[in-house]
Each structure stands twice: as structure tokens, then as C-alpha cells.
């Protein structure tokens, strides 16, 4: 079992977007037993407040015919560290504010979600861009490459 944890600031839009994507992606590949996916936030703000997933990654989901269910924001745990195989954060920031909370990365779990992509970058957060497609869309191309980096992702007919 493969055991990923989708990181942003907030956990409500960016992080469920990619949870939900990759849980999707690999449904598709028939790969579902092999992880355990999940998401949180860098802050408490939005666990203290229940904060659901916002209403612009819901309808992004939806217009890309993505299943998704409700999840409420949780702030990163010391222990996810030592749970979680993967800790794949959107941009530098989330890096910096996820060892403040789990201590330094000895094991080199921690990484940005497009640091697998042939152009490693940030994810852009549409709570301050507006901008859903742009962030679904380098979601997207994260979360393949991070599948072709553990050798799963084979590329579909269609
Ligand atoms: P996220 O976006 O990190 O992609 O979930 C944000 C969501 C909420 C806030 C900031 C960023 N906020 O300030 O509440």
C-alpha cells in the first residue's frame, strides 16, 4: 500500500482538487488497492471553521466527471510524517510550512506535486487566482507525472 497525503494551505481547494483527481486517475488504471490517498492543510484555520471543499474545485470536479465526496480541511499531524509515504505539497511555501510542522525531511517524503513534471513549478492556489481550470489542469499533469515516476502510468488509447 502506497500511501500518499495531498498538501496545501488550506484544504479546501487545491489539496481535495488533487486528491480527488488522483483518486479518479487511478480507479481508472484499476490500481485502487494499492494506495491510500488523502489530503490537509498547513494552517488550522479551516479545521477550526469545518470548512468543506470550496464551491470552485467542487464544480471543476463536476465538469470533469471526477466522483468526489464531502471532506472537511484537517491541518497536517507530526505523525502523517511517519504514516504517509508520500507528502506531495503545491508549491514552496506548503514545503516550508509542513516541517515547521513534521520537523525536517530525513526521509525525503516531502515534495511539490509538479516536481515529477519535465517543468517543476508551484500550483497556483485559485483561492487568490479565481482561476480553477489552470490549477485542475497542472493538477492533472502532477499527478501522471507522479504516477510515471513510480512506474504505474501508462498512457490511455483514447
Ligand atoms: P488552498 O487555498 O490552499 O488551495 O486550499 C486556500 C484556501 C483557503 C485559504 C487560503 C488558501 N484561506 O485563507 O482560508
Known amino acids: 500500500m502506497i500511501k500518499v497525503l495531498f498538501v496545501c494551505l ?18 481508472e488504471k484499476g490500481l485502487q488497492d494499492k ?12 479545521e477550526l471553521c469545518h470548512a468543506g471543499i470550496h464551491h ?3 464544480e471543476m470536479l463536476k465538469s470533469m466527471h471526477i466522483p468526489f465526496e464531502e471532506h472537511y480541511s484537517r491541518q497536517i499531524r507530526p505523525q502523517d510524517y511517519d504514516y504517509f509515504d508520500y507528502i506531495l505539497a503545491m ?6 510550512d509542513i516541517q515547521l510542522i513534521t520537523g525536517i525531511d530525513k526521509s525525503g517524503k516531502i515534495h511539490r506535486l509538479l516536481d515529477f513534471s519535465t517543468h517543476p513549478r508551484n500550483i497556483k492556489d485559485p483561492w487568490y487566482t479565481g ?20 512506474n504505474f502510468y501508462k498512457p490511455s488509447n483514447k
Open 56 to 58: 470552485g474545485t467542487k
Open 91 to 96: 508549491d514552496d511555501t506548503n514545503i516550508e
Open 35 to 46: 494506495f491510500e490517498i488523502d489530503s490537509a492543510a498547513t494552517e488550522g484555520y479551516n
Open 131 to 150: 482561476n480553477f481550470d489552470e490549477t485542475y489542469w497542472d493538477i492533472v499533469e502532477g499527478c501522471e507525472t507522479f504516477l510515471q515516476k513510480l
Open 10 to 27: 488550506g484544504n479546501i481547494c487545491r489539496s481535495p482538487m488533487a486528491q480527488f483527481v488522483f483518486k479518479n486517475m487511478i480507479a
